[in-house]
């Protein structure tokens, strides 16, 4: 309750929600919709270090043309060949190109503990760095809803799948994706927004460590 009362708890599942939404095309939308504020909102709730990058990341996008956003956001996420920033856990978890389909698997058995649906329109892998946020999110919001109604098996039971997903699997892969995303942008953005999900996501590892 304490956690609910001083806003951390529902700023942890903002953030999340906003940093998945800045991993897909990047669209004007962003700004109408005021993104980076709801996100700032969120980041300045929980640790002014997170502030600080979101301030940044604002910034970034703000200042640079959706042009070049676009061309940048293709060359590290989709091609024309491959990716420079590979944007699917299996390729990071798995170097045998033969064992990505199962690595794929294995996180949609998170998915069906957790509850989440990939929509059959969806059109990238369920282990895109949009959908896995987009899961912890979840997760997050679901252990949030357990705490405030005291509903301690249910708490018990999806803090247990948090914390494999975010121990054993999203903590396991995030830096490496990082590092590439950092190396292969021309543009602020994309730098500051690698820098932002990793301290993130970090955070979230060392969170699950003190409970």
């Known amino acids: 309750m304490t956690d609910y009362a001083t806003g951390t708890a529902g700023a942890r599942e903002d953030l999340c929600r906003y940093l998945a939404a800045c991993y897909y095309e990047p669209t004007t939308d962003f700004s109408e919709e005021r993104v980076f504020d709801s996100m700032l909102a969120a980041a300045s709730a929980i640790d002014p270090v997170l502030e600080k990058r979101v301030h940044r990341l604002r910034d970034a996008f703000v200042e ?26 299996s390729f990071w978890l798995t170097a045998d190109q033969s064992g990505r389909h199962e690595a794929t698997m294995a996180v949609l058995d998170y998915y069906t503990q957790g509850g989440l649906d990939v929509s059959g329109d969806f059109r990238e892998l369920p282990d895109h760095i949009a959908v896995e946020l987009e899961f912890l999110y979840q997760l997050t919001f679901a252990q949030n809803q357990a705490r405030l109604t005291e509903d301690k098996d249910k708490l018990a039971t999806v803090s247990e799948l948090r914390d494999r997903f975010v121990g054993q699997h999203l903590n396991m892969w995030l830096g490496a994706f990082a590092t590439a995303v950092k190396a292969g942008t021309q543009i602020p953005f994309y730098r500051e927004l690698a820098e932002l999900t990793e301290k993130f996501v970090q955070m979230e590892a060392d969170l699950q460590r003190l409970n």
Do not use: C
């Open 64 to 89: 640079q043309e959706m042009q070049t956003l676009l061309i940048d956001y293709t060359a590290l996420f989709i091609g024309p060949s491959q990716p420079k920033a590979m944007p699917y856990a």
